[in-house]
């Protein structure tokens, strides 16, 4: 009977969602039942309830992917244009940026698995980096020119601030004090160049 009731409910056209809900309201009802000794078990106890449907993640538009990797580069422009000051720090900061987010879009890795690479890890020729994953999994990645650009300006960049700024054991990303850049560092930089 209980079974039947939760199919009489799909049958009905009863999204997956709200049988579910329907579900917990009457095994919960029936423990205040069985509690309150009205009834000797509990017949929604060894129910599933119908599984979610797992909707699509939403991606960004190829502009949309375009404008996100441009933006450091747009914001350097737009402080020159309006005669701000710019320190080699904050230059060196939206190159960076601009090379995390170019990496990550080449690859397709997590920001896990790109914020401890070293340099000597690049391979500037062939255009490979080897990344450590999930389960100390290695396997070979591709940088398209557009990354392996943004990799060589940030570190030139990052020779100028550091005196082993690009030297082969150094990290690719430094934060402004010239440690590597940790994953919630560059979450927080995301969101930044998101808004």
């Known amino acids: 009977d209980a079974r039947s009731s939760l199919m009489a409910f799909a049958q009905d056209g009863a999204r997956p969602t709200t049988t579910r809900r329907k579900l917990a309201s009457l095994r919960s009802f029936f423990k205040f039942l069985v509690r309150e000794r009205f009834v000797a078990s509990n017949p929604f106890l060894g129910l599933r309830g119908p599984k979610l449907p797992k909707p699509l993640p939403k991606v960004l538009t190829v502009e ?75 396997r070979l990645c591709i940088l398209g020119k557009p990354a392996l650009k943004a990799l060589r300006v940030v570190r030139a960049k990052a020779d100028e601030l550091w005196p082993d700024g690009g030297s082969p054991q150094t990290a690719l990303f430094l934060n402004e004090k010239g440690r590597p850049l940790t994953p919630r560092e560059v979450e927080r930089r995301m969101k930044v160049w998101l808004a």
């Not at 244009?81 to 190159?95: H, N, S, W």
């Not at 601009?98 to 896990?112: D, K, M, N, P, Q």
């Open 64 to 138: 949309e992917v375009s404008r996100f990797l441009a933006a450091p580069h747009e914001d350097l422009r737009q402080r020159r244009q309006a005669g701000l000051a710019i320190t080699p720090m904050d230059e060196y900061v939206r190159l960076r940026d601009v090379a995390v987010f170019e990496t990550l879009y080449s690859t397709g890795c997590r920001i896990s698995e790109v914020t401890p690479l070293v340099w000597h890890q690049i391979d500037f020729t062939n255009g490979g980096v080897i990344v450590t994953g999930k389960g100390s999994k290695q």
